[in-house]
């Protein structure tokens, strides 16, 4: 299962409303925004890799400009900006440990029961912060975690 089958497991739920953190050139942006016909996402990076990353990605979103809502700033600052009871949210940001750890209890909380937090690279970087953040949160709250080709997920309930 890659990230296009889990958007279409997504589907399942009926999504309406959506965020990524974490957008970079926003393929995978549109990625979501293509399986999910009625999805309105909240897209949210500080592009701290580069004004011509910021811009691809604007320029690539365009035709979902009506959308998609683009927050140029952190996922921190994102978080109070952002409407609760959110369908999902997908995590892909800063990969550090400390970054996804407070990701993680910033947005989890503003997904509505029965969505799904989601993230990528938590297998490809064990030796980085995204396997142990979400091991140690999910270990913590007796999460069960769903992996898959380098993604994870789980239900909030």
Known sequence: MNRKTLYERFSEIGPKVGAEIGVAYGKNSINM??????LKLYLIDPWDSGQNVKDTAHENLLPYRDRATILDMSSELAAPIVPDQLDFVYIDGDHSYDA???????????????????????VRTRKHGVYR????????????IKVFEGNWYWVVT
Do not use: S, T
């Not at 996804?100 to 938590?122: C, E, N, Q, T």
């Not at 953040?133 to 069960?144: K, L, Q, S, T």
């Open 33 to 38: 925004l293509e399986a999910l016909p009625d």
């Open 100 to 122: 996804v750890m407070l990701d993680i209890i910033l947005w989890g909380r503003k997904v509505r029961p029965g969505g799904f937090l989601a993230g990528h690279d938590y």
């Open 133 to 144: 953040a979400v091991n140690d949160y999910a270990n913590y709250h007796n999460i069960e």
